[in-house]
């Protein structure tokens, strides 16, 4: 994993996420995140939504799944 972020990371200039929403879900929640970041190669600067949804039980986090709209989260 740490070689993967690493590598990942690499090819950006710069990188952000921000939380931007929260959504109850009954046992779940779902997180709305903005990723932004200007590419290292081609400069270009880039936005999109993520969906993460985080299953709970007893208060601590047993399940994580990452979609790509709202819908499918």
Do not use: P
């Not at 994580?64 to 709202?70: A, Q, T």
Request: proline share 0%.
């Amino acid at each position: 994993m740490e070689r993967f972020f690493r590598d990942w990371l690499g090819t950006w200039r710069d990188f952000e996420v921000a939380t931007r929403e929260y959504i109850d879900a009954g046992d779940s929640i779902v997180i709305v995140f903005r990723q932004t970041g200007t590419g290292r190669s081609s400069g270009v600067r880039t936005a999109r939504d993520f969906f993460g949804v985080y299953d709970l039980k007893d208060a601590k986090v047993v399940r994580f799944r990452m979609y790509e709209s709202r819908e499918e989260a």
